[in-house]
């Protein structure tokens, strides 16, 4: 209940001390007009002229008896009954399209940055440049890097295999594919182009603030948080493999749960402080090839609309279970740009994204 707000009793019943009911008025006074002019400032200054306590406030019934209020004639009460209401019509309209426009300018930035990036993994936000080192020279340099990483014994010889995604003679893909690219780019498995692609596992935690370990609330649209991370057992750390140690670059990709899966980030080491980082059993993480692959191309590919969309879809288990298999990420299909037009598409969405923010 609110001071001198006025109410329209539809039901039998009775008030306790807290209000004043006014009725035998129908002879002269329309209840809807009454109700409007009680809700008026006409009125309620007048009841803050007379209220009494200094933190209750309180009128009693002669002083609300003295209020003077304007008296037309039944017949214009009607009137102007009908007036407020086609005008608070109107208002009302007025707030809904207000309301409207406003979630429109809220989600406005985040739905433009995301048309940007279905352009950009397109290959239609910057030109092809007919100078840059083709496709297939940078497949052989992918070739080249993962059978080193093989002799090294830092990958299984079942992945030096690259599988592109070929066309027939009518220009189809043999597989579906999910968008159209310019005919210099190639579609690869994410396996193909990345030397590791690991989900992490559950730590043990501690107190001890030495050790963090990356879980899914580090990870946001906004970028890595290394101040949501929460520490390992410092007794365990020698458990854990030197792979499983996250580089500079690494893309951590929330694989479970509703609302979380498919959010990534990129590991940066100058925003880790403690110079040593793992992800727990939520997190996978994904190394592309360094020097051959842009990580940041990818990593906007997989923010994109085109993946982000259907998410869910590619994620297994039930509903409030759903999670994306390690398998399932290794077979992900990746447009392949030249690596100098990774880093044009790249420097382009961030330069776009600046504007965006620039505007906010």
């Excluded at 019934?61 to 005008?87: G, H, M, N, T, Y």
Aim: net charge negative; aromatic share 10%; with cysteine.
């Amino acid at each position: 209940m609110s001071f001198g707000r006025p109410y329209i009793l539809n039901v039998d019943g009775a008030i306790h001390d807290g209000w004043l009911a006014i009725s035998n008025y129908e002879n002269s006074l329309n209840k809807d007009y009454l109700f409007y002019i009680l809700s008026s400032n006409v009125v309620y200054s007048q009841f803050l002229s007379l209220i009494s306590g200094a933190v209750v406030k309180n009128l009693n019934s002669d002083k609300v008896a003295s209020i003077l209020i304007p008296l037309p004639p039944l017949s214009e009460q009607q009137r102007i009954i009908e007036a407020i209401e086609s005008a608070l019509e109107k208002v009302d309209e007025y707030a809904e399209s207000y309301n409207r426009l406003e979630q429109l300018d809220k989600e406005f930035p985040d739905k433009l940055k995301k048309s940007i990036l279905q352009y950009a993994m397109q290959g239609k936000l910057v030109e092809q440049d007919p100078n840059d080192e083709s496709v297939e020279v940078l497949l052989e340099k992918i070739r080249a890097e993962k059978q080193k990483l093989f002799e090294e014994g830092k990958i299984k010889k079942k992945d030096l295999d690259i599988s592109i995604v070929s066309q027939g003679d009518d220009n189809s893909y043999y597989e579906e594919v999910p968008c159209e690219i310019p005919e210099s780019w190639e579609w690869v498995r994410l396996n193909d182009i990345t030397s590791y692609i690991q989900r992490g596992k559950s730590p043990k935690y501690s107190n001890i603030s030495i050790y963090p370990v990356i879980a899914q609330k580090c990870n946001q649209w906004s970028g890595f948080s290394i101040d949501l991370a929460r520490f390992i057992d410092p007794e365990t750390v020698h458990s854990y493999q030197k792979e499983r140690l996250l580089r500079d670059g690494d893309l951590m990709w929330n694989s479970t749960g509703l609302g979380t899966l498919g959010r990534l980030a990129i590991y940066h080491e100058n925003k880790n402080p403690y110079g040593w980082a793992v992800a727990d059993s939520h997190v996978t993480v994904i190394r592309v090839l360094s020097g051959v692959i842009n990580c940041h191309f990818i990593y906007n590919f997989l923010s994109s609309p085109i993946v982000q969309s259907v998410i869910e879809e590619k994620a297994s288990g039930s509903t409030k279970q759903k999670e994306l298999l390690t398998k399932t990420i290794k077979e992900y299909l990746i447009p392949l740009p030249p690596l100098p037009e990774q880093s044009r598409i790249v420097d382009k969405i961030e330069q776009f994204f600046a504007h965006i923010d620039a505007l906010i």
